[in-house]
Every structure is written in structure tokens, then in C-alpha cells.
């Protein structure tokens, strides 16, 4: 797994779940973290949160499902502050 993976699962996908993206490259959540926020840096993604509530209570989701990562097409909307 490389960045350049991840950019070009990221920029394919538009959005992924950290736990999604684990599973995906076969690694720990938390070494996908670690290469995620280097593109954080970067602006290449935006790291958000899910809300807890999909209609239901059922507690079945993991906590690693609403930590989400968003590929973005247009840096500039970033450097602004925009979105």
C-alpha cells in the first residue's frame, strides 16, 4: 500500500469510511490513519465524522465507520476555506 494507492482509491471512490479503507489495504486502522494524514496535509482529502444516528439505535457500527475521508476534486475550495 502507497499513498499514491490510497489518492487513486480516494479520487475513484470520492468517499470512505477509515474502516472501509483498512479493509480495503488489508491493514490497521490506525497505519491507514497515520497515511491519511499525510494527505490531510496535503489537502488532498477532508477527514469528517458521520453522525452516530442511521435511523436507528442499534449500536451495531463501529466507531471506525463515522470517521469518513473525502477525496477532493478542487484544492482551491480547501485553500479558501470553502465547503
Known sequence: MSLIEIKRYLSQTKL????GLAK????DPELMRCMLSHLLRKGCVRKSAKTPACGKKCGQCSVLEYEVYEWIEDRSVVSLGVG
Open 24 to 27: 480495503y489495504f488489508h491493514c
Open 16 to 19: 470512505s469510511s477509515l474502516n
